[in-house]
């Protein structure tokens, strides 16, 4: 069984800054990319930023020079910093990871998600 646990969220004015975290725990073996959606109301879900156990990031056109996804592999923890927050960033944001577990079974997780709301 995994577990991702999301924290950081939170309000902030337009321009602000917040930095969300992300640790997975329990029955991994590896981890091979780990991914940050978010979900604005009325709206589909969608990709947000991603980092590979190697460093490679990307990032969706929206967030790019603005958000910045990092890890630290030694804890399971991946981050999301966003800077010139927007109205518009307003979101739940979930973590979600492929991992392999312990029984080398290849799966995704889903994190329970962290409210960021920007206010005008």
């Known amino acids: 069984q995994v577990q991702l646990v999301e924290s950081g969220g939170g309000l902030v004015q337009a321009g602000g800054s917040l930095r969300l975290s992300c640790a997975a725990s329990?029955?991994?073996?590896?981890?091979?990319?780990m991914y940050w959606y978010r979900q604005a109301p009325g709206k589909q879900r969608e990709l947000v930023a991603s980092i590979t156990s190697s460093g490679n990031t990307d990032y969706a056109d929206p967030v790019k020079g603005r958000f910045t996804i990092s890890s630290d592999n030694a804890k399971n923890t991946v981050y999301l910093q966003m800077s010139s927050l927007k109205p518009e960033d307003t979101a739940v944001y979930y973590c979600n990871a492929a991992i392999v577990t312990r029984s080398r079974l290849s799966l995704r997780y889903w994190g329970q998600g962290t409210q960021v709301t920007v206010s005008s």
């Open positions: 329990g029955s991994i073996f590896s981890i091979n990319t």
